[in-house]
Structures are given as structure tokens and as C-alpha cells.
């Protein structure tokens, strides 16, 4: 994959921490220029490395819209597009605030599309482009106290089907990666009790948690030319715990 990815332009939202940040440092690896979103900068190592972080606030679509503007100026086009950025809060369903619930749907998925919405264009003129998503096995199997969260994940999946049917006439392949439990600092709650812990690892044929390194190199490979004729599909990375097509 060396060559997969030299010169060309990455930009991966959500990617100062967790996922997103394992994804910059991958992409860079492989001689990527690279460009992340985030809300609020978190002090690591990450701002050393030789990628440009674009503050955006995902709730508000014109800071979306000049993001991906400023980009395109700078370096002409985007060939990767990385929708990782999204939020998990608990939630009964007769309990939920409208509130809570519309700021997951707007933060995990309109977020999402605005950013493919704005790529497009420059991918179907160059007749090329990756565009991947981060949903999660919720959205495949639902998970209670989190149904709001489960229901963003669910249409991210559909939207990547559709839009790959959509765009694959133009050379733009749209794939989807769904993680199960991954050590990040979103779901490091789940992992303090350690009855909860066990009970996780045990629903785990692999018998482990994923490092969020554990779900870059599947991105990595669903961005390179090594992934070229797949398309729509939902790749789960989850070890074994939710076994789905």
C-alpha cells in the first residue's frame, strides 16, 4: 500500500483522538497528506505529527462547508474522505429529550453527508475517490439505552449502500467499517465496572477489546487500491461478537 496513498489528500473527520486519530497517524505512515476535523484539541503527540487540523463544529454546516472549501483550494482535490466523527450518549427511549436525540442524528450522520455532499463533485470530475464510513455493530443489531445512537449508525449503513449505487459509475468507491467495543476515550465508561468488562469480553469470540489501531488498518485497506472492487459493503470489525453479512 506504500504507493496507494503518496501525494494523495486525506481528510478524516473526528480525528483528534480515538479512530480518528489512529486513522491520521496510518494514512501518514503511507506518505498521505492528511487534514482532520475536531471540536475541542486534546493535548497529544498528534499535533507534532505533519497533518493540519481544521477546527469545525459539526452542528453548524456552513463551518462545514468552508472546511472542505479551504482544502479543495489549497491542494486542488480530496481522494479520501474518512466520516469517523460522531458522539454515544445513554438514553431510555420514554426518557430521551427531542434535543438528545436530533444532536445525534445531526452530529453522526447530516454531518456525514454534508461532508460526502461537498466532496463529490471534485471526486466525479476526477473520476476517482474513497469514501469511507465509521458506523458501528449497534447499527446492525440495535443496543438498548442507546437507541438514538444505534438509529444514526443504521442509516449511515444504508447511506453508504445507496450512495455507493449512487457513485460507482464515477470511479468513487463507498464502503463502511462497523466496530464493535474498541478501548477509545468515547467508551471508556463501559470498561470501569468490571463486571461490565467481563461481560463485554465475554460476548467476544477473540476474547479482547479493539485498539483503535484495529480499526485504521481496515480503513487502510478500504481506501487503497487493494479494496478497488468493492463497493457498499459493511466491513465488521468487531471480533467475532456480531456475526452479520
Not at 29 to 41: D, E, P, S
Not at 194 to 204: A, C, F, Q, T, V
Request: charged letters at 20%; a positive charge; glycine letters at 8%.
Amino acid at each position: 500500500m506504500e504507493n496507494d496513498f503518496k501525494n494523495k489528500v486525506v481528510l478524516i473527520t473526528g480525528g483528534s483522538r480515538g479512530i480518528g486519530a489512529a486513522c491520521v497517524k496510518a494514512f501518514l505512515k503511507y506518505g498521505a497528506r492528511v487534514y482532520f476535523t475536531y471540536r475541542n484539541k486534546k493535548k497529544d503527540n498528534l499535533w507534532l505529527l505533519p497533518a493540519t487540523g481544521l477546527r469545525v463544529n459539526l452542528d453548524e454546516e456552513d463551518e462545514i462547508v468552508s472546511a472542505v472549501k479551504k482544502i479543495q483550494k489549497m491542494e486542488k482535490r480530496i481522494d479520501v474522505l474518512v466520516n469517523n466523527a460522531g458522539i454515544w450518549t445513554e438514553g431510555t427511549a420514554d426518557a430521551m429529550s427531542t434535543k438528545v436525540w436530533e444532536e445525534t442524528q445531526r452530529i453522526n450522520m447530516t454531518a456525514s453527508f454534508i461532508f460526502c455532499r461537498e466532496v463529490l463533485p471534485a471526486m466525479k470530475s476526477q473520476r476517482e475517490g474513497k469514501i469511507i464510513f465509521i458506523s458501528s455493530t449497534a447499527g446492525q443489531r440495535g443496543e438498548a439505552f442507546h437507541s438514538h445512537y444505534a438509529a444514526s449508525k443504521g442509516a449511515m449503513i444504508s447511506f453508504t449502500k445507496s450512495l455507493a449505487a449512487e457513485v460507482g459509475s464515477y470511479n468513487i468507491n463507498v464502503n463502511c467499517v462497523a466496530p464493535g467495543w474498541v478501548y477509545t476515550d468515547m467508551s471508556m465508561s463501559a470498561f470501569t465496572n468490571e463486571e461490565s468488562l467481563r461481560k463485554i469480553l465475554d460476548g467476544i469470540p477473540l476474547g479482547r477489546i479493539a485498539t483503535a489501531d484495529d480499526i485504521a488498518g481496515p480503513v487502510l485497506f478500504l481506501a487503497s487500491r487493494l479494496s478497488r472492487h468493492l463497493q457498499g459493503e459493511i466491513l465488521n470489525v468487531n471480533g467475532g461478537s456480531v456475526l452479520c453479512g
